[in-house]
């Protein structure tokens, strides 16, 4: 992008041998500083230009693992929250809450295990268009009145570094840490950098049960049977 700066300058001959010389201008980013006798009636004139200096900027999408044992997980049964924090993670922003809900998972397998995802970031709503640190919590929602599941009630703080290189803004490392709850004070860091909550069913799963009825020796067409 370019811009200009303009200003007109009114050159007189007074007829003493000297050219007065006057500038104007309308322009808010151009300075007239009015003519100095001592200088042969020159005018000086200070032009100034403010760049504002704009990256390119860089998204993040990722991802968290919900684990259930002895069940299946069916869509948009567990749900987390997903905060952002303040610049150095220690606590909270104010109204960056959100809620995701787990999609449906994979049948349980020989392990007993049904897995299944669930959005941390997407990249369409997660822009960078600064260089910094960038500080998220994400925690399972846990309700009181359910008692067939064992909640996990870790808590992870994710930090998303942001490096400008040369004009172009990069993700340059993403560092997982996790607590025991929120009660908990220390952070440990996630070796593999994945979020994943581990839940059990600890209810019996209820089968379903076929029951038909044979009348044998008599002959009840307009009979109806109750159980």
Not at 18 to 40: F, G, R
């Amino acid at each position: 992008a370019t811009s200009k700066r303009t200003f007109i300058v009114d050159v007189d001959d007074n007829g003493s041998g000297i050219l007065p010389i006057t500038a104007t201008s309308t322009d808010k980013d151009v300075t007239v500083i009015p003519k100095d006798p001592e200088t042969n009636g020159s005018a000086n004139v200070h032009l100034e230009w403010t760049n504002i200096y704009r990256p390119n900027s860089v998204s993040l999408a990722l991802t968290g693992q919900k684990n259930l044992t002895n069940h299946p997980i069916n869509q948009g049964d567990f749900s987390f929250t997903i905060s952002k924090m303040n610049e150095d993670g220690t606590d909270i922003l104010p109204d960056t809450s959100r809620i995701s809900y787990v999609s449906a998972g994979t049948e349980v397998g020989k392990d007993d295990v049904s897995t299944a995802e669930f959005v941390i970031l997407r990249a369409t709503e997660t822009i960078y268009d600064q260089a910094g640190t960038y500080y998220y919590q994400v925690s399972e929602n846990c309700p009181e009145s359910e008692t067939n599941i064992d909640y996990d009630e870790t808590i992870y703080r994710i930090a998303v570094k942001v490096k400008d290189d040369n004009g172009t803004l990069v993700i340059d490392v993403v560092t997982i840490e996790q607590k025991a709850n929120h009660q908990a004070t220390n952070w440990s860091q996630v070796d593999d950098s994945r979020v994943v909550f581990n839940n059990q069913f600890l209810g019996e799963e209820l089968i379903p049960l076929e029951i038909t009825k044979e009348i044998t020796g008599i002959e009840t067409p307009d009979r109806e049977y109750t159980f």
